[in-house]
T-cell receptor
């Protein structure tokens, strides 16, 4: 069966520091991968999605970037974090057959 | 652009009773998918139910069912025999058939009274 792993679960970082959140999927190949952010008490905002290795689409201009170095690995990065980057970040995947998206457990990011 | 609207920020239901959560959406597509996701305090996003727009029959998953009104662009979730574990935020989401980007509503917080 397919599983999605996302880490770390919680992260506290100072303003201006770099960021790297990792997401991996097991049990499937060539999935679509997604990064979402959820601000406190709000819905999910799609940040990036990828349909294949090295293929990244950005949905909103921001301080973050994404990369897909391997088929089942999706990384969310920043060179310098801002206070506004605080939030709950969720990775998701789906296969190619119009199946629903499945989410990781999320990373709670706090910027000090 | 597609939009998803959940106009009720909060709802409360008595345990064992039935509750309906509302959702409307806007799209110019004729074929698409609609979803309800549940987010308990643990913050996991759990798929509750999904509906394909080309299917006229309303989807059902155990105690969860939807009322899909395509012409009205309405997609409500009915929870029967509510349980304490149903307390969570519920998000309505839309996905066009051609690609898989999800557009989420703002969510509704459901509390269940014992």
């Amino acid at each position: 069966s397919q599983t999605i792993h996302q880490w770390p679960a919680t992260l506290v970082q100072p303003v201006g520091s770099p960021l790297s959140l990792e997401c991996t999927v097991e049990g499937t190949s060539n999935p679509n991968l997604y990064w979402y952010r959820q601000a406190a008490g709000r819905g999910l905002q799609l940040l990036f999605y990828s349909v294949g290795i090295g293929q990244i689409s950005s949905e909103v201009p921001q301080n973050l970037s994404a990369s897909r170095p391997q088929d089942r690995q999706f990384i969310l990065s920043s060179k310098k974090l801002l206070l506004s980057d605080s939030g709950f970040y969720l990775c998701a995947w789906r296969d190619r057959h119009n199946q629903p998206q499945h989410f990781g457990d999320g990373t709670r990011l706090s910027i000090l | 652009a597609q939009t998803v609207t959940q106009s009720q920020p909060e709802m409360s239901v008595q345990e064992a009773e039935t509750v309906t959560l509302s959702c409307t959406y806007d799209t110019s597509e004729s074929d698409y998918y609609l979803f309800w996701y549940k987010q308990p305090p643990s913050r996991q996003m759990i798929l509750v139910i999904r509906q394909e727009a080309y299917k006229q029959q309303n989807a059902t998953e155990n105690r969860f069912s939807v009322n899909f009104q395509k012409a009205a662009k309405s997609f409500s979730l009915k929870i029967s025999d509510s349980q304490l574990g149903d307390a969570a935020m519920y998000f309505c989401a839309y996905s066009p058939g051609a690609n898989s980007k999800l557009t989420f509503g703002k969510g509704i917080t459901l509390s269940v009274r014992p």
